[in-house]
């Protein structure tokens, strides 16, 4: 496993976005052990300490939990949690981001929209019917 | 509990005026089975304090402690450190076979199978003898001996140098995986951060003899951050803070790195008046923070 060193994130962070992933794609189902931190350490190559602070991230935000003596395992509510916390993020950080960069650059609200719309048709079908939802919401 | 404990602690060579100064006045706590990082120039002092530590040399000023005692002149001290660098010494009759024989009878916890392994692993001619051998090659023995030893505390002084990069690599590799399976307190030195960042646990970064940086270096990337933009609004979002570093590009603008303490909101406020944010590599922050005044720019602009 490669882990970006150049990043902004941390090593840590890096490494419970990777667990994070690992969830999502069902690798680690609900109540699974999570690899240890020594497992952690191994893999990425780097210190225990570092891999034991990227799993009490995630035990911080309730997506792992602790059972004493035996290590960490998957919250069984943990991609609902995972899925949340993205969105969340995507919401107020990139969303917000693009709003107020396009505010910069003179987009309209209305050709924002209609831009996001075109991309959105670019992407694959399976996104069609979020499009259609969101274009019932567009001519409201 | 607390393997190495300094107070105060200074080391001059010489006589006191006109000698020179190696530390001044470092404090500091090492705990039990960490990997520590001593970073720093040239000429900082990395290798006297790790001499300092072995016992090797006597402190002039101040108080150091390992293992709860002195560590000049102390058995107890001696028996339980090894100090690597590429000019350890050995009978000079020996080949690295009898010195690994050796090592085995010297160390309670040496695995002489592991060291046999690593030397195999590395090619090295265990018939040769250590004073024959290439800078690099050397350098690579004096690794297997401090991986292999497992003494309760380890001090790598520039461990890779004249190691080749691949070989680099597959030393700390080798390091962290024994370190996983045999716990220990392990201080490696180097002037290159990035290359031993990840396999650390904390970092101390000395200058001139002195501590700059003691912290997690999980903390390191968060410890500064870069702003660029028009002088004006980057020197308002910078005011009464300590300016890490400076550099003045294109007409008007600035860039500034000063320590990270702001809330996301005044950041993303200042974004909206042009002030970039910028990351800042845990190599260069060690420079800015040992850094001579002013950059190698400062140089040429006077002629």
Redesign the interface.
């Known amino acids: 496993m490669i882990?970006n060193?150049?990043s902004?994130?941390?090593?840590?962070v890096q490494i419970s976005e990777w667990l994070e992933a690992e969830i999502l794609n069902g690798h680690l189902p609900g109540d699974e052990r999570v690899y240890s931190q020594?497992q952690l350490?191994?893999m990425?190559?780097?210190?225990?300490?570092?891999a034991a602070?990227g799993l009490n991230l995630l035990a911080d935000e309730e997506i792992v939990y602790k059972q004493r003596g035996l290590g960490m395992y998957v919250a069984p509510e943990a991609q609902d949690r995972i899925l949340a916390k993205r969105k969340e993020r995507f919401v107020n950080g990139l969303l917000r981001e693009v709003v107020?960069e396009a505010g910069?650059l003179g987009i309209g609200k209305e050709e924002l929209i209609s831009l996001i719309r075109e991309i959105a048709r670019e992407g694959s079908g399976e996104r069609t019917r979020e499009e259609e939802r969101g274009k019932e919401k567009g001519t409201e | 509990m607390i393997v190495v404990e300094a107070k105060k602690l200074g080391k001059n060579y010489g006589r006191v005026k006109g000698g020179v100064q190696a530390i001044r006045g470092l404090s500091f706590i090492m705990e039990e089975n960490k990997i520590i990082g001593l970073i720093g120039r040239n000429g900082a002092g990395k290798t006297t304090l790790l001499k300092m530590i072995a016992g090797y040399l006597r402190p002039t000023g101040g108080m150091l402690r390992v293992f709860e005692r002195e560590p000049f002149n102390d058995l107890t001290v001696s028996a339980k450190t090894l100090f690597v660098d590429d000019s350890m010494t050995f009978p000079l009759s020996f080949t690295l076979a009898d010195i690994l024989r050796e090592a085995a009878r010297f160390f309670p916890g040496f695995d002489a199978k592991l060291a046999e392994a690593l030397a195999e692993y590395f090619s090295l001619n265990l018939k040769k003898s250590h004073h024959h051998l290439s800078k690099g090659t050397k350098s690579t023995f004096n690794a297997i001996i401090g991986i292999a030893s497992h003494c309760p505390l380890t001090l790598f002084d520039e461990p890779t140098s004249g190691m080749d990069s691949s070989v680099r690599k597959d030393f700390y590799r080798a390091l962290l995986k024994d370190y996983i399976q045999h716990p220990r307190t392990i201080i490696l030195s180097s002037h290159l951060l990035s290359e031993v960042e990840e396999l650390l646990e904390d970092i101390l970064l000395i200058h001139a003899g002195a501590e700059c940086l003691h912290l997690p270096v999980a903390d390191l990337k968060e410890y500064a951050i870069g702003l660029r933009g028009p002088a004006r609004n980057v020197g308002e979002l910078a005011q009464g803070r300590e300016i890490l570093h400076r550099e003045e590009f294109g007409q008007g603008n600035i860039y500034l790195v000063v320590k990270k303490n702001f809330s996301p909101e005044r950041l993303e406020e200042a974004r909206t008046r042009g002030v970039e944010t910028v990351p800042i590599a845990t190599d260069d922050l060690c420079n800015y923070l040992t850094g001579s005044k002013g950059g190698i720019d400062d140089v040429f602009r006077r002629n």
Do not use: D
């Not at chain 1, 990425?44 to 570092?50: C, G, L």
């Open positions: 882990l060193p150049a902004m994130k941390p090593i840590y020594y350490a191994e990425f190559n780097v210190n225990p300490a570092t602070k107020s910069r």
